[in-house]
């Protein structure tokens, strides 16, 4: 009787469940997470964290990253499979995790997020010189607070010296990320916007929008918008959850490498900035062009697997 009520829910209602759980399994875990975090931890390193004010501390890092991991699994990961449980039953099938992917597929990805780099380094340097009327200023320097505390935290967690701080970062930043964020903002919002406008379009870009506001890092919204849309059309061309979750994990992944080989100098810091520089146009051009390319070529290669509108 239960299961069936929410298997006949309407969109709407599906969405503000959705944000019921969403907000209960968050809290949840970090209710849990903050009880466990005084006996891993210890008590003064805990209370040692809001008074540092920096991120110099390697012990508050490790706690920091803690909660990061609990919060990904609290957040993105848990909800997904309990919504699919409660709204279709079948939780692989729901979520689009029950089919396969060709190799040549994850290839294509693979080369398609190194190579649109330049023109998505491009747009968010654009973006980063937005700017607010004088009535706005007291949101535009909110924003621009939220934007580096952002930027100070995820360059401490990147700076690892072992291998093994690298593998931690890739389950972290990267692993974590592409599994949970896909899940929940493929998987599970954009399919309930998809239902609710018959449209694939409108819940690409519905689910994108708020995929990119969630991280709360306005400055970088327009790039990060424009990935949400690509890893929503590729669910919708390939049929299968997993090929987004690939190009997500490939686009964090070569971050988090890319600074890790910077770290340690055997990589040109200049990487990091093609196509923000003046010299780059052309690279961003050929970006683009090549982008449109790769995407087409993994369409057509998916083209027999794709979803269409029930």
Do not use: C
Not at 24 to 31: E, Q
Not at 46 to 58: E, Q, T
Not at 110 to 124: E, Q, R, Y
């Amino acid at each position: 009787m239960v299961s069936s009520a929410f298997r006949e829910m309407k969109p709407f209602p599906q969405l503000m469940f959705s944000a019921f759980v969403i907000l209960v399994s968050f809290l949840a875990f970090l209710l849990v997470s903050t009880i466990v975090v005084i006996p891993l931890f210890g008590i003064d390193s805990v209370l040692s964290i809001p008074s540092a004010g920096n991120f110099d501390n390697p012990e508050n890092i490790r706690i920091l990253k803690y909660f990061q991991v609990v919060q990904s699994i609290g957040l993105f990961i848990v909800p997904p499979f309990v919504l699919a449980r409660l709204f279709h039953g079948k939780m692989a099938q729901y979520l689009f995790m029950d089919k396969k992917v060709t190799t040549l597929s994850i290839f294509l990805v693979a080369v398609l997020i190194v190579i649109i780099l330049p023109a998505i380094n491009f747009i968010g340097e654009w973006n980063s010189q937005m700017y607010f009327p004088e009535w706005l200023s007291g949101v535009e320097q909110w924003m621009k607070n939220a934007e580096e505390n952002a930027a100070e935290l995820t360059e401490a967690f990147l700076k690892v010296e072992t291998t093994g701080g690298l593998l931690f970062n890739l389950f972290m930043i990267a692993f974590l990320p592409a599994i949970g964020e896909e899940l929940l903002f493929r998987g599970v919002i954009q399919r309930i916007f998809t239902n609710w406008t018959k449209s694939f379009h409108w819940g690409i870009w519905v689910s994108a929008i708020l995929f990119s506001a969630l991280h709360i890092q306005f400055y970088g919204f327009v790039p990060r918008l424009l990935l949400g849309v690509l890893f929503g059309y590729l669910l919708v061309w390939s049929g299968s959850i997993w090929l987004p979750v690939i190009a997500h994990f490939f686009n964090n992944g070569f971050a988090v490498v890319s600074m890790y080989l910077i770290d340690k100098n055997i990589l040109d810091p200049q990487v990091e900035e093609i196509g923000t520089t003046a010299g780059s146009y052309y690279a961003v051009l050929l970006s683009l062009a090549l982008t449109v390319f790769f995407i087409w070529i993994i369409k057509r290669e998916n083209n027999k697997y794709s979803l269409s509108l029930k």
